[in-house]
C-alpha cells in the first residue's frame, strides 16, 4: 500500500508539517522523489509515527525515541536493552517528581502565610518570593527550626527531604546514591510530602469558610 504524505499524516493524526519534522530529525525515512509525481510512503511510516507519538506520550525525548528505534530494528537487541531504557527513563520521571515535590512544599508554605485580604504591598508570597530566593532551602531550615524540640528527623544528603524514621532516610540514600534519583515510593513518606497533605486540606477549609 502506497501513500501520499498527506495520507500518511491524516491516519497517523499528525500534521503535514510533523511528518516533515520527524523526516528532518532522522525518525522517520523520507522516501526518493520520483522523477514524476509525489513520494510514496508504506504503511510501516504510519506505524512508525505511532510509534512516535506513544513514546512522546510516556515522556521520551526525540533523542531518546531514536535510540529506541535504533534498539527496534536492531537484530541483536533483547527485551532486556529495552527495559533498561525505561528504567532510566522511570528513575529520571522519579527524580523530577521528587523535585516538584519540593518545590511544591515551598509553595505551599509560604501560601499558607498570606490570609488573602491584605494589601498588595504586605502580601507575604511577594515578600518571600523577593527575600528567598532559595525558598525551599530556607523553609527547610526554618522547619528543622521548628521541630527540633519536638521530634528527631533524618534527611537524606542527596536529594534533602526530611524522614522521621532512620530507616527510611537510609533507603532514601541508598536509592539516590543508586540511580541517581528519588524514588517516588520512598519519596511520598518524607516530612515534605506529609506537609503537603496537611497544608492542602487546611486551605480548602479556609477557602470555603
Same mark, same amino acid.
Given at each position: 500500500?502506497?501513500?501520499?504524505?498527506?495520507?500518511?499524516? $491524516?491516519? &497517523?493524526?499528525?500534521? #503535514?508539517?510533523?511528518?516533515? =519534522?520527524?523526516? !528532518? @530529525?532522522?525518525? %522517520?525515512?523520507?522516501?526518493?522523489?520520483?522523477?514524476?509525481?509525489?513520494? $510514496?510512503? &508504506?504503511?510501516?511510516? #504510519?506505524?512508525?509515527?505511532? =510509534?512516535?507519538? !506513544? @513514546?512522546?506520550? %510516556?515522556?521520551?525525548?526525540?533523542?531518546?525515541?531514536?535510540?529506541?528505534?535504533?534498539?527496534?530494528?536492531?537484530?541483536?537487541?533483547?527485551?532486556?536493552?529495552?527495559?533498561?531504557?525505561?528504567?532510566?527513563?522511570?528513575?529520571?520521571?522519579?527524580?523530577?517528581?521528587?523535585?516538584?515535590?519540593?518545590?511544591?512544599?515551598?509553595?505551599?508554605?509560604?501560601?499558607?502565610?498570606?490570609?488573602?485580604?491584605?494589601?498588595?504591598?504586605?502580601?507575604?508570597?511577594?515578600?518571600?518570593?523577593?527575600?528567598?530566593?532559595?525558598?525551599?532551602?530556607?523553609?527547610?531550615?526554618?522547619?528543622?527550626?521548628?521541630?527540633?524540640?519536638?521530634?528527631?528527623?533524618?534527611?537524606?544528603?542527596?536529594?534533602?527531604?526530611?524522614?522521621?524514621?532512620?530507616?527510611?532516610?537510609?533507603?532514601?540514600?541508598?536509592?539516590?546514591?543508586?540511580?541517581?534519583?528519588?524514588?517516588?515510593?520512598?519519596?511520598?513518606?518524607?516530612?515534605?510530602?506529609?506537609?503537603?497533605?496537611?497544608?492542602?486540606?487546611?486551605?480548602?477549609?479556609?477557602?470555603?469558610?
Amino acid at each position: 500500500m502506497k501513500m501520499t504524505i498527506s495520507q500518511v499524516a $491524516q491516519l &497517523s493524526g499528525v500534521g #503535514v508539517e510533523t511528518v516533515r =519534522f520527524y523526516e !528532518r @530529525a532522522g525518525l %522517520l525515512n523520507q522516501p526518493a522523489r520520483p522523477e514524476t509525481g509525489y513520494r $510514496q510512503y &508504506s504503511l510501516d511510516a #504510519v506505524k512508525r509515527i505511532q =510509534f512516535i507519538k !506513544r @513514546a512522546k506520550e %510516556l515522556g521520551f525525548s526525540l533523542k531518546e525515541i531514536a535510540e529506541l528505534l535504533t534498539l527496534r530494528m536492531e537484530p541483536a537487541t533483547t527485551c532486556a536493552d529495552v527495559k533498561k531504557q525505561a528504567q532510566a527513563k522511570m528513575d529520571e520521571i522519579e527524580s523530577k517528581i521528587a523535585s516538584l515535590l519540593r518545590i511544591k512544599y515551598a509553595l505551599a508554605h509560604i501560601a499558607a502565610r498570606c490570609s488573602g485580604d491584605t494589601p498588595r504591598e504586605s502580601c507575604p508570597i511577594l515578600e518571600a518570593l523577593e527575600h528567598e530566593p532559595v525558598a525551599v532551602l530556607a523553609l527547610n531550615e526554618n522547619r528543622q527550626e521548628k521541630h527540633m524540640e519536638t521530634v528527631e528527623e533524618y534527611q537524606c544528603p542527596i536529594c534533602q527531604l526530611h524522614f522521621r524514621e532512620k530507616s527510611l532516610q537510609q533507603q532514601c540514600e541508598t536509592w539516590c546514591r543508586t540511580h541517581n534519583s528519588c524514588n517516588l515510593h520512598i519519596a511520598s513518606q518524607s516530612q515534605e510530602a506529609q506537609k503537603i497533605a496537611q497544608i492542602r486540606p487546611k486551605q480548602l477549609r479556609e477557602e470555603q469558610a
